[in-house]
């Protein structure tokens, strides 16, 4: 009786551990993931997402999620990633304050958003590859802010030093085989540090009265100077128009002038005459008393005193 207990008891562990082997063997691996499969510690292959199967005891998988993007923070933490997020600075604050180039201090959070993009060098090249990257984007923060004056950082230079952040950190993930992709770099928040903040707020508004101001003042200068420009174009217009008509009266006068001494040299004589006549005709009628004699002057004073009569008479009848 005894032995046939021990006899069933057996099939039931043979049956149990053989089901483990085949339960050990089948493996499954997340859309997002790729399986990285060890034997005896040592890489043999990868395999895609799915279900897979491997040498139990002898064989184990590693998987890596290769098509998330994930993400670090420097200077912050999120405490809550509900509807509405929160975020705490206790205990990281010194991973955000940095060093100007002119020696200002200024507080940076950023953001690096990465990618596993070699699943064998993030597992077996770099001995904790996160803690690495972590302290990769540090410094590579601080070099490229130290590079930089205090205003670049706070104002203009957020764009560059993002950029020039993605291009230092992929050149030393790739130096050091970490398998690792940088997707961006995002600077979160940058303002001085507290205790000089509202100097520096003062900075910036005195900054941006004087671009105000600036801005103003050349849309003044854009509307007087080309009114100017167009009452000094407008003034030369008119002087070349009223010295355009000087010189073709002059040329009217001139050829009139050519065209009556062609006629006087024909017959000096009678063209004398003809513009003594006009000139008479002209001038006559604005003359009030007249008195015509002959170049002797007889019979002058008769012509008078026969004026005079008359003028004596008239002022009689009335």
């Known amino acids: 009786m005894i032995s046939k207990i021990v006899k069933n008891l057996r099939g039931v562990v043979i049956a149990i551990f053989a089901l483990i082997l085949v339960l050990s063997a089948f493996y499954s691996v997340g859309p997002e993931e790729v399986g990285v499969i060890v034997r005896f510690g040592k890489y043999n292959r990868t395999v895609d997402p799915g279900l897979n199967t491997k040498i139990p005891f002898i064989e184990s998988v590693y998987k890596v999620a290769v098509e998330r993007q994930q993400k670090m923070e420097f200077g912050f933490r999120t405490s809550d990633s509900d509807v509405r997020s929160s975020y705490s600075r206790s205990e990281v604050e010194d991973e955000s304050l ?188 604005k003359l009030g008393q007249k008195i015509i004699t002959d170049q002797s002057g007889n019979n002058v004073l008769p012509l008078l005193q026969m004026q005079l009569n008359q003028l004596k008479s008239s002022n009689n009848v009335k």
Request: charged share 30%; aromatic share 6%; with cysteine.
């Open 98 to 285: 940095m060093l100007t180039g002119d020696l200002n201090l200024a507080d940076v959070e950023w953001v690096v958003q990465y990618r596993i993009d070699d699943p064998y060098n993030f597992l077996f090249k770099v001995r904790n590859p996160e803690t690495t990257l972590r302290d990769i984007s540090e410094s590579a923060m601080r070099q490229v802010v130290g590079d930089r004056t205090v205003n670049e950082v706070l104002t203009v230079g957020r764009a560059q030093i993002s950029s020039r952040m993605e291009e230092l950190m992929q050149q030393v993930c790739n130096e050091y085989s970490l398998g690792l992709k940088i997707e961006q770099v995002v600077l979160q928040d940058v303002n001085p540090p507290e205790q000089v903040k509202a100097a520096f707020n003062a900075v910036n508004e005195a900054q941006q009265e004087k671009e105000t101001l600036i801005n103003q003042a050349k849309a003044e200068y854009n509307k007087v100077i080309p009114k100017a420009a167009g009452q000094a174009k407008e003034t030369i217009q008119m002087a070349e128009g009223y010295a355009t008509e000087r010189v073709n009266n002059a040329k009217g006068d001139v050829a009139r002038f050519n065209e009556l001494y062609k006629e006087y040299i024909k017959a000096p004589d009678i063209t004398k005459r003809r513009i003594y006549l006009e000139t008479m005709e002209e001038v006559i009628p």
